[in-house]
């Protein structure tokens, strides 16, 4: 069964500073994996996700993650926060065949302090 | 293009009270997930339609779960008895099939905060 850890529950960054929010998972075939955004009473809003190809991907708002196979890993990237980058980010995986469920980490709340 | 929307917004319930959700998808979006997301956890898939037929239910607690998409477009969820567990945000999301030229990128609606007393 595939699953996902978030290592940390909170991460502070200062405004124009770099970000990493970290994601590893767990699958039994190939990995399709997503980041996803909440804010404050608000829905899951889609960042970026790996599919086949670049290592590195592209996303919403200056986002880009970069796919490690030999490490299991989908760390969320950003080279300079921004206050309003502050919210609830999540990760999630499912296998690239059939109709397997997304599954989604605990989440990680990103603090930017201006 | 509209996202998928949800109604209503926020809803509290006394223990053992019924509640039902609604949602529409994004149009053309073929299939229609329910999550479950309690407070400080990720989403967790309830019920996965495809058209109007289910995928996927493994998940939902089927003493007090319910959902139907009953012409493969809207879609309802229902709790019969509620529970104080229940309390969480119920999210809608839907997406298109790899097979008719989607991506399996998923998109949510603003989802239904519930408050069981």
Do not use: M
């Amino acid at each position: 069964a595939q699953s996902v850890a978030q290592p940390e529950d909170q991460v502070n960054v200062a405004e124009g500073n770099p970000l990493t929010v970290k994601c590893t998972y767990s699958v039994s075939g190939n990995p399709y994996l997503f980041w996803y955004v909440q804010y404050p009473n608000r829905g899951l809003q889609f960042l970026l996700k790996y599919i086949t190809g670049d290592n590195l991907v592209k996303g919403s708002y200056g986002f880009e993650a970069e796919f490690n196979k030999s490490q299991t890993s989908f760390h969320l990237k950003k080279p300079s926060a921004l206050v309003s980058d502050s919210a609830l980010y999540f990760c999630a995986v499912r296998e690239d065949s059939g109709n397997t469920p997304l599954v989604f980490g605990k989440g990680t709340r990103l603090s930017v302090i201006a | 293009e509209a996202g998928v929307a949800q109604s209503p917004r926020y809803k509290i319930i006394e223990k053992r009270q019924s509640v039902a959700f609604w949602c529409n998808p994004i149009s053309g979006h073929a299939t229609l997930y329910w999550y479950q997301q309690i407070l400080g956890q990720g989403p967790k898939l309830l019920i996965q339609f495809q058209n109007n037929g289910v995928v996927d239910d493994s998940q939902l607690p089927k003493d007090r779960f319910s959902a139907e998409r009953l012409k493969g477009v809207d879609s309802t969820l229902k709790i019969q008895p509620a529970k104080l567990e229940d309390s969480a945000v119920y999210l809608c999301a839907s997406s298109r099939p790899r097979i008719r030229g989607g991506t399996d990128t998923q998109y949510f609606g603003p989802g239904t905060r519930l408050t069981v007393l």
